[in-house]
């Protein structure tokens, strides 16, 4: 009687590991797979004077900063109008609007800077009414010409432009590029017209006090400057747009009055690495590190990380990350490195906040965005 | 007459009940397990189907398909991206499973206002934006966006076929047109199964 229990039990645990065996094999054979392949792009808006512009009457188009020189912007109305287009006059510059088969350009040229930084509207109306609005800025020139120095007699000679370019590129976040022009000027020269011709690279920013503050030169242009005898102008092409890598042609043209003393000319190659082209961390990577400017190394710094959310009314807003990241800088305050703290942080769209001080007045900001991101390959690629 | 009643025993019930849902873990154990071993290199002890190869690239001056990404283009303010998918890297290294691929793009937060549109064999297809749940799978990888799907009429997800007769390539254009903060991130998947 015993052996025939037995004999039943086993015949169950037999059946039982059949029926394991079979379900384990048709999962494994009837498995559908999902294979999925994917790419994490960084994508940046084209300038807006590269695009053609829908001006709306309630709309206010800002253009950025303008450097000196002509600058073109091209519009189509949102509304049709049979009647004349005009623009606002704006001190400063020269607006004229032009039309060609309902498309239209507003070329602007600014002849000289102002003193200090200013904002322009101009306004685009037919008759009476508004059709919308553009907004520029003008960078100021930064200089007292109560404070030029008078060139002494021993500043005469004359020295050729020297170009002293040079290109520090770290291999992971933030080429830090400044071009340096060093000016020797004969006593003579009152202004000079210091020209980054063809080729140079929109969005990079020049300095006259050593990197106290910078102005922007959108697309490259003439910089004004009124001459003394030694002059140091910084370029700085960290956050300068593509291409990565060009040449462009340096002129000094100085200038005595309305007469022209004499030109300087320097072909300058350039490289740099886009500012977040490799600002983009996945799950196995847990540190940036950028190299800061050399100019503004001796500063104070403050640095804040923010994420970019939709906030309870659906806008946009950077919040504070909180404690998810360390940033350290090394002791000879070249380095800048933002590591994960102990836990990883969200996956989502950063920007790293750098501000620098001197005694309290900030003088540099630099806005770095990052992304981090996660492989969902286990996910199948499913919400 | 005695009869002997027959009766099933609870025991022998739960046992029998307890065995089913296991086999329903083991199958779904075994699908885990194929999908698992897919990317793997373990020696086979199951008899496994083979899984389908899906890639991402773009087609060089040749034609032919390569691992490479285009830089983004920009066409009257509208940024465009040519690029392909295939079933493998060569003639000789292909999927011989009969695949439906679909496309999908998350945006990030920083992009919005977005028209994607995705054109294949000439034919422009409008993608849908879905934003993505918090605490998602995909929440979790990506973050804070939307999730944009190629629908036809009765909302199914759009699927290009790769066929596992040979090495096919389906060349396609991605064009977006938005608003973007500074710059912002965008994931290009592409998702394919076993076809039917």
Known sequence: MAQRKISAYWLILIAVVLILTLSLSVGISYARFVTTDQWDMLVTAPAPTDRLLVLDAADVIDLGRLSLGTTSVSFTLSAETEETLLCGAADGITAVLQEDAGIYTLTLQADAYPEISSEILIPVFAGEKTLGTFRISLPGIGIDPDSTEVPSDENTQETPLENTAYF????????????????????????VELTLGEGFPAMARYSLDEGSSWYLLYYGGTISLQA???????????????????????????YSSQNLLETFSADVEYQTVALTSDALLTGGEDALTLEIPQCVRE?????TIEILTTDGAGNLTYVGAGTAFEVTVDDTNR??????????PQAGTYRLKLAWTDEETQAHQSLIPFFISYSDANTGGAE | MNHRKSYISPWVTLLL????????????VGVSYARYRSGTEFDRIFSVRESGTVLL??????????????????????????????????AKSYSKVDQQAAIRVLAGPGIWDETLTLTVDGIGYVATPTEIQVGSALYRSFGEGRVLRFLDEQGNELTWSLKGDGWNTVQMQLSLAAELTDTSLLRLQVISEEAL
């Open chain 1, 168 to 191: 520090r590129a770290t291999p992971q976040l933030l080429t830090n590029s400044c071009l340096e022009i060093d000016l020797g000027l004969s006593a003579e020269t009152d202004w």
């Open chain 2, 57 to 90: 690239g773009k087609l060089d001056d040749a034609d032919a398909f390569v691992r490479e990404r285009n830089a983004w283009t920009e066409v009257d303010g509208v940024m465009v991206l040519d690029f392909a998918i295939s079933n493998g890297t060569g």
């Open chain 1, 228 to 254: 003394q005898a030694e002059m140091a102008i910084l370029v700085d092409l960290s956050d300068a747009a593509q291409p990565p890598m060009g040449s462009f042609v340096l002129k000094a043209e100085c």
């Open chain 1, 299 to 303: 500063l104070n710094l403050k640095s």
């Open chain 1, 335 to 344: 380095f800048l490195t933002v590591r994960f703290a102990e836990q990883l």
């Open chain 2, 17 to 28: 009940a307890a065995v089913a849902v296991l086999g329903c873990v083991l199958a779904a």
